[in-house]
């Protein structure tokens, strides 16, 4: 028997606010200075996450998400905590970098007039790293196949016996005794699966 928690909506969310300001300064007929900021603020998703804490051996949640856990979730086999619990960011699981100023500078120089100009650049630049927070995942959501279950019976063959039934059933099926309109029917191809016994 096979149970599958049931589907869970996953609806995370991500804002990213980025503001900058820039000018050019003309300092002399031949050098022209590009001086600009930008300010980047990118908060973590926010939604169903969860993550693994190594030092207390918790999987944590963002805060008002202990109702979504699935009830298929094995008891006992690992503590659940929310992010207040856990000294986490209460929505995000992970703190947001708040400190993303990035500088820039530009040159503009004419060193022989006005059919030669060498432009030179500095910025700082950040991107969004990915930290691994599961989205929607465990303890959300469970599958236990039957095949993982203790104590069930199974049904095993051979792998020699299935291989040498995938044999007789290849040749029954070789592609040069078909006809040319059929050589392009995919299911001519397809191995049947024969019940188990």
């Known amino acids: 028997m096979d149970r599958q928690s049931p589907p869970v909506f996953d609806e995370t969310i991500r804002k990213n606010y980025a503001f900058f300001v820039n000018d050019d300064f003309k300092v ?40 979504k856990v699935s009830p298929l979730y094995p008891k006992n086999f690992v503590d659940i905590v929310t992010a207040g619990q856990a000294g986490y960011a209460s929505k995000t699981l992970l703190p947001t970098d708040k ?23 500095f910025g700082i630049f950040y991107d969004n790293l990915v930290y691994k ?53 995919p299911s001519k191809y397809l191995f049947q699966s024969e019940p188990l016994e």
């Not at 031949?30 to 918790?58: A, C, M, Q």
């Not at 929607?136 to 049904?155: K, L, R």
């Open 28 to 67: 002399t007929p031949r050098l022209t200075v590009n001086l600009g900021l930008r300010y980047e603020y990118h908060p973590y998703w926010n939604g169903i996450l969860s993550v693994f804490d190594i030092k207390s051996g918790k999987i944590v949640v963002p805060d008002g998400y202990l109702s």
């Open 99 to 121: 400190n993303n100023f990035a500088p820039r500078v530009g040159l503009a120089y004419r060193p022989w007039g006005n059919n030669t100009v060498i432009r030179t650049g």
């Open 133 to 185: 927070v599961d989205n929607a995942g465990s303890p959300y959501t469970v599958s236990e196949p039957s095949f993982t279950q203790p104590g069930q019976q199974s049904n095993r063959r051979s792998a020699a016996g299935v291989s040498a039934r995938r044999q007789r059933s290849c040749q029954r099926e070789s592609p040069d005794r078909h006809t040319q309109s059929d050589r392009h029917d």
